[in-house]
């Protein structure tokens, strides 16, 4: 519960620096707007730079916090496991390196070489996006969907994230906005991540103490660069178990293109372009942009 009160929702919104027309060609500078929303109308803001290809976070709160930051983000792969740091405790964290936006009308794409792997790690990962129209959509409607996939995200089960205690709480913690989005409003939803190879990506605070034995049925596992990884037969979305030194963590195996599950319908929405950010702020507490 503590968790789900802290984390409830997070939204992302991106917009370029530079004014223009869309095209397929990433300008040097994009920004991107990520508001974390607690209850009520608390939120924290964080902002997401790509600027001379450098992929960063920013954040007034510091990123050692219980609310989802990138730098708790670590990437594993077959050159084997990063080293953990301690939890940022400023307010800057470079998420990536050799970073660009690009986007179409319909579709954008993100693609970065993340800093929180091993330090000869070659791994590039790329996110891709279906853009989807929010004009005249409820602040309500987007809002509600954006809870319940927050912490599909978190928990990575897909039923309790949707379970009836959470509706209740939903609905005792978020005021209901009906204001709608304005014509412009667009939100990115991820489809598919591709890489150039396979990799698992997991939090530092997702320890896991599950006990695997031979009568735990097993998809995958292998090992990489000394470290076994075994990915077990689960829905849930954190299905890969390895240790680091004596503590066993749980991630999820991503592969060179891996599909993302469409679990939140129509709403199911990782990012916002500025239109849509600076519409929900009028009616969240929140700093000027």
Same mark, same amino acid.
């Given at each position: 519960?503590?968790?789900?009160?802290?984390?409830?929702?997070?939204?992302?919104?991106?917009?370029?620096?530079?004014?223009?027309?869309?095209?397929?060609?990433?300008?040097?500078?994009?920004?991107?707007?990520?508001?974390?929303?607690?209850?009520?109308?608390?939120?924290?803001?964080?902002?997401?730079?790509?600027?001379?290809?450098?992929?960063?976070?920013?954040?007034?709160?510091?990123?050692?916090?219980?609310?989802?930051?990138?730098?708790?983000?670590?990437?594993?792969?077959?050159?084997?496991? %990063?080293?953990?740091?301690?939890?940022?405790?400023?307010?800057?964290?470079?998420?990536?390196?050799?970073?660009?936006?690009?986007?179409?009308?319909?579709?954008?794409?993100?693609?970065?070489?993340?800093?929180?792997?091993?330090?000869?790690?070659?791994?590039?990962?790329?996110?891709?996006?279906?853009?989807?129209?929010?004009?005249?959509?409820?602040?309500?409607?987007? =809002?509600?969907?954006?809870?319940?996939?927050?912490?599909?995200?978190?928990?990575?089960?897909?039923?309790?994230?949707?379970?009836?205690?959470?509706?209740?709480?939903? =609905?005792?913690?978020?005021?209901?906005?009906?204001?709608?989005?304005?014509?412009?409003?667009?939100?990115?939803?991820?489809?598919?991540?591709?890489?150039?190879?396979?990799?698992?990506?997991?939090?530092?605070?997702?320890?896991?103490?599950?006990?695997?034995?031979?009568?735990?049925?097993?998809?995958?596992?292998?090992?990489?660069?000394?470290? %076994?990884?075994?990915?077990?037969?689960?829905?849930?979305?954190?299905?890969?178990?390895?240790?680091?030194?004596?503590?066993?963590?749980?991630?999820?195996?991503?592969?060179?293109?891996?599909?993302?599950?469409?679990?939140?319908?129509?709403?199911?929405?990782?990012?916002?372009?500025?239109?849509?950010?600076?519409?929900?702020?009028?009616?969240?507490?929140?700093?000027?942009?």
């Amino acid at each position: 519960m503590k968790k789900i009160l802290l984390i409830c929702i997070s939204m992302l919104g991106l917009s370029a620096c530079e004014e223009g027309t869309e095209n397929t060609e990433a300008s040097n500078k994009k920004v991107f707007y990520g508001l974390d929303l607690y209850g009520g109308n608390n939120i924290n803001v964080k902002t997401y730079r790509i600027d001379t290809d450098t992929l960063s976070e920013q954040s007034p709160i510091p990123l050692n916090s219980t609310y989802p930051s990138e730098s708790h983000k670590y990437y594993f792969s077959d050159k084997g496991v %990063p080293t953990l740091n301690t939890p940022a405790t400023s307010q800057n964290f470079i998420w990536g390196q050799q970073a660009s936006l690009t986007e179409t009308t319909t579709q954008a794409i993100l693609k970065f070489k993340p800093t929180n792997m091993r330090e000869n790690e070659n791994l590039v990962v790329e996110y891709h996006f279906e853009k989807i129209n929010l004009t005249g959509v409820s602040f309500a409607n987007y =809002a509600e969907n954006l809870f319940y996939y927050g912490l599909y995200k978190s928990s990575g089960d897909q039923e309790s994230a949707w379970s009836v205690s959470n509706h209740i709480l939903y =609905a005792i913690l978020f005021q209901q906005f009906e204001d709608k989005f304005p014509t412009g409003s667009t939100c990115w939803k991820l489809t598919e991540v591709q890489s150039n190879k396979d990799f698992i990506v997991f939090d530092q605070n997702q320890i896991e103490n599950l006990t695997i034995n031979g009568s735990t049925v097993l998809k995958n596992q292998g090992v990489w660069n000394g470290t %076994p990884w075994q990915v077990i037969d689960t829905s849930n979305l954190f299905n890969t178990f390895f240790k680091i030194g004596n503590q066993q963590y749980l991630g999820r195996y991503i592969s060179k293109k891996s599909a993302v599950p469409d679990v939140a319908s129509e709403l199911q929405c990782d990012y916002l372009n500025e239109t849509a950010t600076k519409a929900l702020l009028t009616k969240y507490k929140q700093v000027k942009l």
